[in-house]
């Protein structure tokens, strides 16, 4: 019953009503901070992005077109903040703020989740940035292939090569690979 | 995720990281606090809104109703007429609850006086009982609901009392009855209106007009037995909702609940003059192998597991900040004064081949109608008059002009002015006169929200409300619950130890990223002496708060080793990327980082003297001289010197269009700029093609972009763009400014400066969860059909924010190791 009402339709309404604006970003938030934890590997700057998404989101209402894409034209912002923000990765807060986890010693699964987290945000930036933005799209934020080829402005063939080459290009780059190959 | 052509390892990673990519949750206090920060951020610029929008999320799909305004809610009829499912053997209809009093939610909580739990830092009190519960119970098939017949809304109207006309199509109908109303929609839900005219259908898609009157049983049980509502149930407030949850229990006395505080079951809002709308929702199920039962735990086992929970699996989380409706203003139109009114016409068909019913914003429309059909729902500028018919307005329409748009929804102070009209000061400095202001108006009211439509220097309002100041917010914590094993075989949940899944796997390489797990006899120096590394780097690297505390079978991330040979760089060239912390103290932290594509960092941060003066090029190219070292793991790079390749290099605004191409084997964007320029749009390093486009071809656009001179690519001057944005036709400009060469500020992240709340549990039950079947929930999906017993855990934080948590009662034996699915509450 929550999406009998399309995002289009809230957006435009979002324009003049903040309810309307806060049940999109309810709707998005979680895609949004998935994204941009994937590329930061830390919390506080997962947090600052996708603070600085929403408020330009906000801001940029108004070039949003009703075509249907509002989770690609919502992850264009979020691409460019990132693209604008990047920071050394020498400055992580950890992450069991992100699995809500209060602070204290560490359970074996946040641990492990943490440490794949950050393992998954340092291959990200050995890899070209391109496959690393289809990867993060389609696996974090959970954009469709058309959808991140909206906002790529490429083909779906040509993201879903983008995505396939990344995907390996990150094997080879965690530990994660060590799991995947068993 | 449906992968496709993907190499069979590709696909496995690329479960793995979706895996990942779930696991992860914003922090709901982060959420919580950014909703509020952009409800302030928010300024309505004169575009355009329905009618307000509900205060929660789960209401927002009415406003979608609109244009279908008799067809609201949610109901589910065919359940109604009840055929409950037989007790399962064994089972014996026992209600246990007793109604309880209405939670306050505004007020400050009590002082608590029950059992103290430290919850992850959270102060915990528990201040309900922990009620005793059978050691086993049945499960339930929940069985979705058939599209309604005529014969059957006919059915449902009469066990309620109405004989009158049916509107509608198969699947969705409407019966009006005097001052009654009863809509069914496709879904098979209901919403019952006893008196319509107290319930104007456009004021119900804001805020509530309920109240929780103390006596509301004292209503609520005659009208239940009046129309023909015979189950067992308990009556419980919502205050979220706004009114009273009358609930049916199971065969076994509980209550069938869902995510985010609803339940299965009659809602019941009241006004002073009694019940003003009842929704229905009696969900049908069967037993499971019946008369199988399940163990359970014991709610102190649950509890335990609250208080040992990590956002792990088996539990639901969620809470919400909202307080009630927002009051709100409704305007009131004098009868038989002509009047042109702007809303939404809707023609309903009879279902009996009669007239159809006409209204417009809800009120029912007479008068020059005969010519109206579905073609012509809408929203329309109506003239004509209202007039009183059986205690409630109806509209008298005389002619009729469709319009394009919807409902202005404009923020802003309402003041009362000497020469004594009102009006209304909008945040964007706007003035506009409130006709007909409402008399019990305390002015001048700030943050008001006022629905209607402009008429020139007057803003024709519809309503008034204070939702900018009032409450909402919700989120949500908790993955979900474990898929069912009923198979009777139970299936291996892994041990941390085991981790299949995430597993750590010993040494590894050198390189980097490497992991390593914990076996007996290890300490932190040993492991740290084992990999060329210091303990801090390795305490660092991996968080550990308290480094006494390692565990075997825990994996540790091995940080890059400190034998890292120092590297030279002889003008790197890089962009310079400054951000600036603000202390407590009123003074300044800046972080400068140099983002390259020549060495094995692409972000490396600098140190050295005289950096400050860096901050003039923010985002701009320079050269580095200096040596690269490795600090507790993370690279840094000495400065000694560096220079502005390009002193006069500065952001500009350039309008053009943009063209998608292949240049080089890669997806680009050509930018042709308005003096006829063609560029290539880059990332704003440069590094990278930039293929993104920010309309659709053809469309104006507006970037900011910085040109390198001498950076070129495929032929074509390079452009890095920093922001884009589309020229919206005939529309106004929007103004890009540039931004790219600004430093970003913010506070320096206090370490505790949030101090949580206490937490009140006020209510401890056992109840049978079922996922929300009117929810996003895939109900092909079996683990989406079941309702099976669940602990409840609700109360309050100290801050008034409700919250509850789920934990799935039954046995590990019967569970599966994987999440089922449902939808996350907010």
Redo the contacts between chains.
């Keep these: 019953m929550t999406e009998s009402i399309s995002d289009d339709q809230l957006a435009q309404q979002a324009r003049a009503n903040a309810e309307a604006f806060a049940e999109l970003y309810r709707r998005h938030v979680t895609r949004v901070y998935r994204y941009h934890l994937a590329h930061t590997g830390n919390v506080k700057d997962a947090e600052d992005l996708t603070s600085q998404t929403f408020l330009a989101a906000l801001e940029g209402l108004r070039s949003f077109r009703r075509d249907g894409s509002f989770a690609a034209w919502l992850m264009g912002i979020a691409s460019r903040r990132r693209a604008l923000f990047f920071r050394g990765h020498q400055h992580e807060v950890p992450l069991d703020a992100a699995l809500n986890i209060p602070a204290g010693p560490p359970t074996d699964k946040s641990a492990m989740l943490r440490i794949q987290i950050e393992s998954i945000a340092r291959a990200l930036r050995r890899i070209s940035p391109e496959r690393a933005e289809a990867v993060t799209l389609v696996h974090f934020s959970g954009l469709t292939y058309a959808e991140a080829a909206h906002l790529l402005g490429k083909t779906e063939a040509a993201v879903k090569m983008l995505v396939s080459r990344g995907l390996t290009d990150l094997r080879e780059r965690t530990s994660l690979a060590l799991e995947v190959e068993k | 995720?449906t992968q496709?052509?993907?190499?069979p390892?590709?696909d496995?990673?690329?479960k793995?990281?979706?895996s990942?990519?779930k696991?992860?949750?914003?922090?709901?206090a982060?959420?919580l606090e950014?909703?509020e920060?952009?409800?302030a951020?928010?300024k309505?610029?004169?575009?355009?809104?329905?009618p307000?929008?509900?205060?929660f999320?789960?209401a927002?799909?009415w406003?979608?109703?609109l244009a279908a305004l008799a067809f609201l809610l949610?109901w589910v009829i065919r359940n109604l007429a009840p055929n409950p499912p037989q007790p399962a053997a064994g089972g014996t209809p026992a209600p246990q609850e007793t109604p309880p009093e209405p939670i306050i939610v505004t007020s400050a909580v009590t002082q608590p006086s029950g059992e103290t739990y430290d919850w992850?830092?959270?102060t915990l009190i528990l201040q309900a009982e922990l009620p005793t519960a059978p050691s086993q119970l049945p499960i339930y098939e929940y069985q979705p609901p058939a599209p309604i017949t005529l014969e059957e809304a006919r059915s449902l109207a009469a066990q309620m009392g109405l004989n009158g006309a049916v509107y509608g199509n198969p699947g969705a109908y409407l019966i009006v009855d005097g001052n009654q109303r009863l809509s069914i929609s496709a879904e098979g839900r209901f919403e019952y209106l006893p008196d319509y005219p107290r319930y104007p259908a456009w004021a119900r898609l804001g805020n509530s007009p309920a109240t929780l009157p103390a006596n509301a049983e004292e209503q609520i049980e005659p009208f239940l037995q009046s129309h023909g509502f015979t189950f067992e149930h308990v009556i419980r407030p919502s205050a979220l909702l706004g009114g009273y949850f009358v609930l049916p229990l199971t065969p076994d006395g509980y209550p069938v609940c869902h995510e985010y505080f609803r339940c299965a079951g009659l809602l019941v809002t009241l006004d002073e003059q009694g019940i003003l709308s009842v929704e229905g929702s009696l969900v049908r199920y069967a037993p499971v192998d019946a008369p199988k039962t399940y163990e359970i735990i014991s709610a102190e086992e649950a509890l335990q597991i609250v208080l040992a929970a990590?956002?792990?699996a088996g539990m639901i989380e969620g809470m919400n900040a909202a307080s009630g409706p927002a009051p709100t203003w409704y305007r009131s139109y004098p009868p038989e004064q002509a009047v042109t009114y702007y809303g939404w016409l809707n023609v309903l068909p009879s279902a009996e081949g009669g007239a159809p019913l006409v209204m417009l914003d809800g009120y029912p429309v007479t008068g020059s109608i005969a010519d109206l059909d579905r073609g012509n729902e809408g929203f329309a500028a109506a003239r004509g008059r209202f007039r009183t018919q059986n205690g409630g307005l109806v509209f008298e329409l005389e002619s009729y002009e469709p319009l394009t748009g919807?409902v202005?929804?404009?923020?802003g102070t309402i003041r009362k002015h000497p020469d004594g009209t009102t009006a209304l000061e909008t945040i964007e400095g706007e003035t506009l006169l409130l006709p007909d202001p409402p008399a019990n108006l305390s002015l001048p009211l700030e943050n008001a929200?006022v629905l209607g439509m402009r008429q020139g220097e007057t803003f024709d309002w519809k309503s008034i409300d204070l939702?900018?100041t009032h409450g909402?917010?919700?989120g949500g914590?908790g993955l979900g619950f474990y898929r069912l094993n009923l198979s009777g075989t139970p299936v291996p949940f892994p041990t941390?130890e085991a981790?299949?899944?995430?597993?750590?796997?010993g040494g590894?390489g050198r390189n980097?990223?490497?992991?390593y797990t914990v076996q007996a006899g290890d300490t932190l120096t040993k492991i740290a002496d084992q990999f060329g590394v210091t303990v801090e780097a390795l305490v660092?690297a991996?968080?550990?708060?308290?480094p006494s505390?390692l565990?075997i079978?825990?994996?540790?991330?091995i940080p890059v080793p400190d034998s890292f040979t120092p590297q030279k760089v002889e003008g790197l060239r890089g962009v310079v990327?400054i951000?600036i912390y603000k202390q407590a103290d009123g003074g300044q932290r800046a972080?400068y980082?140099l983002?390259n594509k020549d060495t094995?960092f692409?972000?490396?941060?600098l140190t050295g003297k005289n950096l400050d003066a860096l901050q003039a090029w923010q985002?701009r190219p320079v050269d580095v001289w200096g040596t690269i070292e490795m600090?507790?793991g993370?690279?840094?790079l000495k400065v000694e010197r560096y220079e502005i390749p390009f002193p006069d290099l500065q952001f500009q605004i350039l309008r053009g269009k943009q063209q998608?191409v292949t240049l080089e084997g890669?997806?680009a964007?050509l930018f042709t700029a308005t003096d006829g320029q063609t560029y290539v749009q880059m990332?704003?390093?440069g590094?990278?093609?930039d293929?993104?486009?920010?309309?659709?071809p053809g469309d104006e656009v507006a970037i900011e972009v910085l040109i390198v001179p001498g950076e070129t690519f495929g032929g074509y001057p390079a452009a890095r763009v920093?922001?884009?944005?589309?020229v919206?036709q005939g529309?106004p400009t929007?103004e890009l400014t540039i931004t790219?060469n600004q430093i970003?500020m913010?506070d320096e992240?206090q370490p505790g400066d949030f101090t949580?709340p206490t937490a009140v549990i006020e209510r401890v039950e056992l109840v049978y969860y079922l996922p929300d079947p009117?929810?996003?929930t895939d109900i092909a999906d079996p683990d989406a059909r079941y309702l099976q017993p669940a602990w409840l855990f609700s109360g309050h934080y100290s801050d008034g924010t409700e919250f509850f948590i789920l934990v799935q009662a039954l046995k590990p034996a019967y569970l599966q190791p994987e999440v089922a699915p449902y939808?996350?509450p907010?």
């Design positions: 995720m496709h052509n993907l190499h390892q590709d496995e990673m690329a793995e990281l979706e990942i990519a696991a992860i949750l914003p922090n709901p982060f959420v950014l909703e920060k952009l409800k951020a928010h309505p610029k004169g575009g355009f809104a329905f307000a929008l509900k205060n999320i789960p927002l799909g406003a979608a109703g949610i992850h830092g959270t990590n956002g792990q919807f202005d929804g404009l923020q929200f939702r900018m909402g917010g919700g914590g941390p981790a299949p899944q995430f597993g750590g796997g590894g980097g990223g490497q992991t660092q991996n968080g550990l708060g308290d505390a565990q079978g825990q994996t540790l991330v990327n951000t972080e980082n983002w094995s692409p972000s490396l941060p985002n600090k507790d993370a690279p840094m998608s890669q997806a964007t990332s704003p390093d590094f990278w093609v293929g993104s486009t920010a309309g659709l920093f922001a884009a944005t589309m919206p529309g929007h790219a970003p913010y992240p949580p009117n929810g996003n939808t996350p907010g």
